[in-house]
């Protein structure tokens, strides 16, 4: 399929435009080199890893180990999300929280709708693309509501004060964070198939499979991730602006 070259040459050619990118970065005094080559080494080291790992689990069939690689995928994902947070009381749990039931809800709605069957080489590589993205906008709405109810404190509390409710006075704030956090998704689904071609296609085609069945399985992907985003980010909005407030429904003193 790829010609005669191993895979390890494959991968070396692939590096020499990482190490272009890196040069480039030194020379312009970007300070990036140092972060491509970590980058570089743990997403071959973690690359690698995963898939002696999921050879393993597939040859196994076993259901819980889904189970099992799922519920790592949402604990890391939400340590991420929760990192990006910082600053919002508990992020951690409200990170984890708000990517779980993105990733459950949707996995499970594929399953009942019986989009996907029940097996490792399936829900697995489906599951890591959903929690991916909720993790990202949980992140990113976490960090926004973060930063405007730090800049509108003011504001927040003159609504507040008029006999607004937390949700009423949090309204302009919930919206624009949402916003921000989907906006990214929601245009790559607008302009798909115009301006690129998305992985899970592009996987397919390489692999040999018909580039109609590569297009139906994007399709499907594609409006599974809104959804899953849509769900995980309203979680974290939800569950974040709360986390600002006391129980006498007074805001609390904001960390910039």
Known sequence: MFGSLTWL?????????VVVAALISKRQKVDLEKDMLTAVVRAFVQLIAIGYVLEFIFAAEGPLW??????VMVGIAGYTAGQRGQGVPRS??????AVSCGAFFTVGALL??????YQPRYIIPIAGMIVGNSMVVCGLVMARLRDDIHLQKPLIEAALALGASQRQAMSGQ????MRAAMTPIVDST???GLISLPGAMTGMIL???PVLEAVQVQIIVMYMLIGAAAISGLTAA????RQFFNRAHQLIEIKP
Not at 66 to 71: D, P
């Open 92 to 97: 951690l749990v409200v990170a984890t929280a």
């Open 207 to 209: 692999a040999g499979a």
């Open 9 to 17: 040459t494959r991968i070396l050619g692939a590096l020499v435009l």
């Open 66 to 71: 889904i189970l099992l690689v799922v519920a």
């Open 174 to 177: 919930l919206k624009r964070a």
């Open 238 to 241: 939800y569950l974040t602006y």
């Open 190 to 192: 607008k302009t798909v």
């Open 112 to 117: 009942l709708l019986q989009v996907f069957p």
